[in-house]
């Protein structure tokens, strides 16, 4: 018994300052701004705070901007995801292959996912630059029409192709996906005479189903909080509004917030958000009854 | 052996599609790199056009490029120290010691992985604007002590995958549950303190977005600066864009080498504790 409570005594010691962090810096504050989403706080005003309902979330609905601003992203979640979950697992599938070199190719595909943010940015802004980037010489000498790249046509499809460039960072996973797949199911399968591609289709993809799960799931909570790709692309400076097309979700969140100071508005612009994340994340989950391959004596 | 394509012999069509998508990923980065080598003003080129610093000369004379970077080097530090060694010590915990509300409390880690972080920063923001926290580097001491919720998942994979005999062996010759930790555990797990260590070092040294909320452009780290301040021609608005990418490489670098130098790790790092839990 005695060992029991210095067992319970020396567990909570060691996690306290995560635990502490947590309330102080996570939890308070999270509550703290729910609790002001429902105020009308703009800046200068934390002392006599109005109460006003759901006035905000009421708004959010009403605001043809933010509407508009969510279309966009959902757009840009159903390109940027299913393509970005395709590439990873598409690449993993050929480092799978016993090639010569993997290690090569693997810190390859991996790199563009490390490059810091604005680094990329700055890179991706020459290669579309409009007077004289590299994408538009490259189609001049291939005698094709240049194209506008951050302009109000094509600043979206800029802004996936750019977001896809960095989706390599998804082949480790697959990777370590693909080596749990236990060798027997293959050479069972050879045995029984199977092809290449129905190996793929009925061992190597349902088996890896869990792990597009969780691809599925983090991608769309990374796809609807971008913001800082859209801004640095396309706008001028971080407090300059990007043109339409990339006038995503969360950018606009971060122009009511830093740009026009309407915290409790733009407050209520990110719990909005995290309400549909949340229930996207349950239409996933549930659906992956249907398409998820669950080994039955294992929990999740 | 067969996989799922092919046979280990390797069909040459998979060669060709593997260094068709390394030319397509490497291809951003290889042109910025010669062009921010190309002399000052020339047109965009697609081959190399000799090596010419006046580029990288600009981007770390324009603005005061070094004191933004000793900026950067001072908030890694504080996140290193901090919380490399608290995520360890926490998934320890969690890993090798039984406790009530064990359980509760790891999902309550894992929940938080799933939290967008702007959530929590502007209430954070404008607490600490409360209370006179701006444009200090105290959050970051803060932040760290807490550790961060992916590294205690990774310490937490690999310390329950260690034999419980080790334990038993250490509390036999009387090691206390701390010594166990310090000197058992920790020194068998360098290759996820490596990672650890990597992670966050690329986490903070590109990481813009916070130091611009919370600090003042003094105390910028070189990110925040250059996505702030622009190299701009004289008296015009004119962006000069061979110097700006010149700058992002400089940015670039440190990240890169680190990459290499511990990719080993990460690689094992991920592939072994996997997602799968």
Sequence with gaps: MKDRTRRTFAFYLMVSPWLIVFLLFGLYPMLYGLFLSFTNYYGFNIHHLKFTGFHNYHNVFTDTDAMHALGTTLVVTAFNVPLGVLLGLGLALLLNVKVRGVGVYRTIFYLPSIVPALSSVLMWKFMFSSNDGILNNILKLLHLPEVNWLGYDYATVSLVMMLLWGAGGGVLINLAGLKGIPRELYEAAEIDGASGLSRLTHITLPLMTPVIFFNVIMGIIGSLQIYLQPILLTGTELLARPIEPNYLYFVHAFQQIFAFQRFAYGMALLWILFLIILLLSIVVFVTSKYWVHYETDQEG | ?277
């Design chain 2, 1 to 277: 052996m067969k996989t799922a394509i092919g046979d280990r012999k390797g069909n040459p069509v998979v060669y060709v599609v593997l260094v068709a998508f390394s030319a397509v990923f490497l291809f951003p980065m290889y042109l910025a790199i010669i062009n921010s080598l190309s002399p000052l003003m020339s047109t965009a080129a697609l081959l190399p056009n000799g090596f010419h610093f006046e580029n990288y000369k600009l981007a770390t004379t324009m603005i005061a490029f070094w004191s933004y970077a000793r900026n950067s080097i001072v908030i890694c530090s504080i996140s290193l120290c901090t919380s490399t060694l608290v995520s360890g010590l926490v998934g320890y915990a969690f890993a090798r010691i039984q406790a009530p509300g064990r359980g509760v409390l790891f999902m309550i880690v894992l929940s938080t992985m799933m939290l967008p972080g702007i959530v929590t920063q502007i209430p954070t923001y404008i607490l600490f604007h409360k209370y006179g926290l701006l444009d200090t580097y105290w959050p970051w001491l803060f932040w760290g002590l807490g550790g961060n919720a992916f590294f205690i998942f990774l310490y937490r994979q690999f310390f329950s995958s260690i034999p419980k005999e080790l334990e038993e062996a250490a509390r036999i010759d009387g090691c206390s549950i701390f010594r166990t930790y310090w000197n058992i555990f920790l020194p068998i797990s360098l290759p996820v303190v490596a990672t650890v260590s990597i992670m966050t070092f690329q986490g903070s040294w590109g990481d813009f977005m916070t130091p611009f909320m919370f600090l003042k452009q003094d105390h910028y780290p070189l990110a925040t600066a250059l996505s702030m301040i622009s190299y701009t021609a004289n008296g015009t608005k004119l962006v000069i864009q061979s110097v700006a990418t010149a700058a992002g490489i400089l940015l670039m670098l440190p990240v890169l080498a680190t990459f290499f130098l511990g990719q080993r790790y990460i690689v094992e790092g991920i592939v072994t504790t996997g997602v799968k839990g």
